[in-house]
């Protein structure tokens, strides 16, 4: 069992950045696959960004050359930096956890609120 607790949300600036975490207890974490998803009030959950345990990754258009993603294995952690934030980038981010035979752990999310 794998929980996930993130941190490094919050309100900022149009241009500014936030940096989220996720750190992972229980479970293997260095096995699992770690990203970021976001939902927005009345739309479906988007994957933001993902990375393997092998440390391959993934964007959504909208956000590359924005955003990066990041794990440290020694601290259990999936970081994602966001850069030159946007109005569309507010959201709920929820940190999710993908083990090996693809179940699916889930943190409890995070605001991020972009003023224009």
């Known amino acids: 069992q794998v929980q996930l607790v993130e941190s490094g949300g919050g309100l900022v600036q149009a241009g500014g950045s936030l940096r989220l975490s996720c750190a992972a207890s229980g479970g293997n974490f260095r096995t699992n696959t770690g990203g970021w998803y976001r939902q927005i009030p009345g739309k479906q959950r988007e994957l933001v960004a993902a990375?393997?345990?092998?440390?391959?990754?993934t964007y959504a258009d909208s956000v590359k050359g924005r955003f990066t993603i990041s794990r440290d294995d020694a601290k259990n952690t999936v970081y994602l930096q966001m850069n030159s934030l946007e109005a569309e980038d507010t959201a709920v981010y929820y940190c999710y956890n993908r083990s090996p035979l693809g179940f699916d752990y889930w943190g409890q999310g995070t605001q991020v609120t972009v003023s224009s």
């Open positions: 990375i393997t345990r092998g440390g391959i990754t």
